[in-house]
C-alpha cells in the first residue's frame, strides 16, 4: 500500500477528548475516527489489524474444534422472551419495532440464537459436543462510554458456544477454551491474568474473566500474594476472622447523639468499628414483578457492602433475578419504622422488607446497632435472640490485605480491563428454549451449554496500552497492520526513487506487504509518522543508504540502525519478522495458568 493512496491521516495533536493513550494514539495515528458517543469507525490501518486479531482467533478456535458461522445482528423479541432475559436486561438492550409492528433485538449476545439452533438442529446424543462461534458486530447501549474503544456501544467480538451432553463434556471445553484463550491474548502480545468472575446477566454456573492489569482499568482486582487465588472483587471471597466467643449480655438503649456513621458512632463509645452493626438500606427491581422491594443489608461496622454478592444471595434464596439494586430514600426506610442513621432490624415492619446479614454478623455477638430512634443506640444486640434475618449469606466486599480464602496468604488488589469471558452456562438457555437430545437409551436430556467471547476493538485497544512509547504506537509482529514500513528520502539523480520502487514491488511480489511512504514530504514527517504508525521494521531508502551500501534498516521497538545490501533485503526482512515472532513465543510461551 502507498501511503499516498491511504485512506487516512495523521494528526499533530489528539482530539481533547481522548484522555487515555489508546484513545489519543490510535487517533493520532489515523486508525479510527469517532463518528458518535462509543460509537468508531475503523479505518483501513485498524481494520488490518482487527483482521489479523479475528484470524489468530479463527486459528485457535478450529484447533479446538470449533466451526465458523455467522448469527444474525436483530434478533425477534420472542426467542429473548423465552428465556426471560427480555424482561431482565434493562435499557443497555436496543429494542425496536419492525414494520409489522414485531419487536424486535439488537443483538448484544447470541445465547438465546444458539439454544434456538441446537434445538432444530440436535437430536441425538451422537451429535454432541459440537463447538461453533462466529466473529460479529454487537450493540449495547451502554450509558456511560468512555476511553475510546475500551467501553463503547457498538462493537465487535468472538463469540463460541460449546454445546455438550453432560456437565463433564462442558467441563472439557470450558479448559479447552481457558488455554484457547491464553493463546489468542499471547500471541497478541498481550499479557493477561484470568480471574474468577460474576457471571452477570448471562446467569451460569461458573465464569472467569481474562483481564489486562492496567490503571485504566474500571474493575478491582484481587489476587494472592502466595497461591493462585485471583478473582474480580465482585466476587472475591476471604477468609473472614473468627470473633471470640461470649456469652450475650442484655440489651441496653444509650443516648448516642450526632452518631450517624460507624466511624462517628465507634469513637463515641470508644469501640473499634468491628464491635458494631451496620445497616444498609436498597431497593431491588426484580426481574417479572411490578413492585421493587426494599432490602435491609446487615453487616459488621468494619465491612464494606458487597451489591454484586447481595444481589445473588437474593437470587439463589429463591427471591427473584436483581435487576437492579439503588440506594433507599429515607421515607422508604421510614416506612418499615427503621430510622436512617440509626437502624436495626429490631422493631421494624418486617412484611414489607427483607432482611438479609452478612454470615459473619451470625457469628459476631453483642454488637452495637441502632435503636431506630433518633439519637440512640442498643448495646448487645444479638442475631437471633434479638431478630431473625430472612437470609444470611456472605455479602461483604473483599479488600486489599484481607487473609486468602485458600491459604494463608494475604490478598492485593490491582485495576484491569476485561478483554474476554468464559461462563459455564449449564441448561438453563436450552431448558427455555426446549432444546434437548435423545440419549443411548432414547430419553430425553437438556443440551448444555457453555458460552465464551473477546471484545476485538477493546484487545485492540489494550495491545496499544501495552505497546507504545512516547513517540507512538509499537505493534507487535503478529498484529501490525503492515509488516515493514517502506520510507523513500528522494534523492536529486533519481537513485533512491529507482531502487525504493523496485524493492517495493518485489516486497508485494514475496507476499511481504509494505507500507509504502511514497510522499512528497520531508523526511522529519516521514520518520515522525513511521514512529507513530508504529511498524514493525522501517527500512529506509535515501541516497545516504545507497551510498553507504544498500537499505538503512530499524526495528520501532530498538534504536539501532544498519544498512542491509540491496541483494540481501529481503532475505534480512525476513529474518528480522522471525525473530520478532520468536521473541513474542519466548515471552508468552503458552501463557497458560
Request: proline fraction near 5%.
Amino acid at each position: 500500500m502507498r501511503m499516498s493512496q491511504l485512506f487516512s491521516s495523521t494528526l499533530r495533536e489528539a482530539p481533547s477528548e481522548a484522555e487515555i493513550t489508546s484513545h489519543q494514539l490510535l487517533l493520532r495515528a489515523g486508525f479510527i475516527r469517532q463518528l458518535g458517543a462509543g460509537i468508531f469507525s475503523y479505518l483501513p490501518l485498524a481494520r488490518r489489524v482487527m483482521t489479523r486479531i479475528e484470524n489468530i482467533m479463527r486459528e485457535e478456535i478450529n484447533a479446538i474444534g470449533g466451526q465458523e458461522l455467522t448469527m444474525p445482528v436483530v434478533h425477534p423479541a420472542e426467542v429473548w422472551q423465552q428465556t426471560g432475559r427480555w424482561s431482565d436486561v434493562g435499557d443497555e438492550m436496543a429494542r425496536f419495532k419492525d414494520r409489522t409492528g414485531h419487536d424486535m433485538v439488537l443483538a448484544m449476545t447470541h445465547e438465546e440464537v444458539v439454544a434456538d439452533l441446537a434445538r432444530r438442529e440436535i437430536q441425538s446424543y451422537r451429535q454432541l459436543p459440537q463447538l461453533i462461534y462466529h466473529i460479529q458486530t454487537k450493540f449495547r447501549d451502554d450509558p456511560r462510554p468512555r476511553a475510546g474503544l475500551i467501553r463503547v456501544r457498538e462493537f465487535t467480538m468472538l463469540d463460541s458456544y460449546s454445546l455438550d451432553r453432560d456437565q463433564a463434556g462442558l467441563d472439557e471445553q470450558y479448559q479447552a477454551h481457558y488455554e484457547a484463550y491464553h493463546r489468542i491474548f499471547n500471541r497478541c502480545g498481550l499479557p493477561v491474568r484470568a480471574v474468577g468472575s460474576d457471571t452477570g446477566m448471562m446467569g451460569g454456573l461458573e465464569a472467569h474473566e481474562y483481564m489486562y492489569l492496567t490503571p485504566i482499568g474500571e474493575d478491582t482486582l484481587l489476587f494472592c500474594n502466595t497461591c493462585d487465588y485471583a478473582a474480580n472483587r465482585q466476587v472475591a471471597a476471604f477468609r473472614k476472622p473468627d470473633p471470640p466467643r461470649e456469652k450475650a449480655q442484655p440489651l441496653e438503649k444509650v443516648a448516642t447523639p450526632g452518631t450517624t456513621t460507624i466511624a462517628d458512632l465507634a469513637a463515641f463509645l470508644n469501640i473499634p468499628p468491628s464491635r458494631t452493626a451496620k445497616a444498609v438500606f436498597l431497593v431491588a427491581e426484580l426481574a417479572g414483578a411490578d413492585d421493587p422491594r426494599l432490602v435491609f443489608a446487615v453487616l459488621r461496622g468494619d465491612m464494606a457492602l458487597n451489591e454484586t454478592k447481595l444481589a445473588h444471595a437474593l437470587s439463589a434464596a429463591g427471591a427473584g433475578v436483581v435487576k437492579n439494586l439503588r440506594p433507599a430514600l429515607d421515607e422508604e426506610i421510614a416506612r418499615i419504622g427503621a430510622c436512617p442513621g440509626y437502624a436495626s432490624p429490631i422493631g421494624i415492619k418486617r412484611e414489607q422488607v427483607w432482611v438479609v446479614a452478612d454470615d459473619l454478623v451470625t457469628r459476631s455477638a453483642n454488637l452495637v446497632a441502632g435503636a431506630n430512634e433518633a439519637g440512640y443506640h442498643l448495646l448487645n444486640t444479638n442475631l437471633e435472640r434479638d431478630y431473625e434475618p430472612d437470609f444470611v449469606a456472605d455479602i461483604v466486599l473483599a479488600e486489599a490485605g484481607a487473609p486468602c480464602p485458600r491459604c494463608d496468604g494475604r490478598l492485593e488488589a490491582s485495576r484491569g480491563v476485561e478483554v474476554g469471558t468464559i461462563f459455564k452456562l449449564g441448561s438453563h438457555y436450552t431448558d427455555a428454549m426446549g432444546a434437548s437430545f435423545l440419549d443411548e437409551e432414547g430419553q430425553p436430556q437438556s443440551i448444555v451449554m457453555g458460552s465464551y467471547g473477546i471484545g476485538v476493538g477493546r484487545l485492540l485497544a489494550c495491545i496499544v496500552e501495552e505497546h507504545h512509547d512516547q513517540f507512538g504506537l509499537v505493534w507487535p509482529v503478529s498484529v501490525a497492520p503492515y509488516p515493514v514500513h517502506l520510507v523513500l528520502l528522494p534523492s536529486k539523480d533519481g537513485s533512491a526513487e529507482a531502487a525504493a520502487e523496485a524493492f517495493y514491488q518485489a516486497l508485494v511480489k514475496a507476499g511481504l506487504e509494505p507500507l509504502f511512504d511514497d510522499r512528497d514530504e520531508r523526511a522529519g514527517v516521514k520518520f515522525n509518522d513511521a514512529d507513530l504508525i508504529g511498524i514493525p521494521l522501517r527500512v529506509t531508502v535515501s541516497a545516504r543508504s545507497l551510498q553507504a551500501g544498500g537499505f538503512e534498516f530499524k526495528r520501532r521497538d530498538q534504536e539501532a540502525r544498519w544498512i542491509v545490501p540491496i541483494e540481501e533485503g529481503l532475505a534480512a526482512i525476513r529474518s528480522e519478522l522471525m525473530k520478532m515472532d520468536e521473541e513474542i513465543i519466548n515471552r508468552f510461551g503458552l501463557g497458560l495458568e
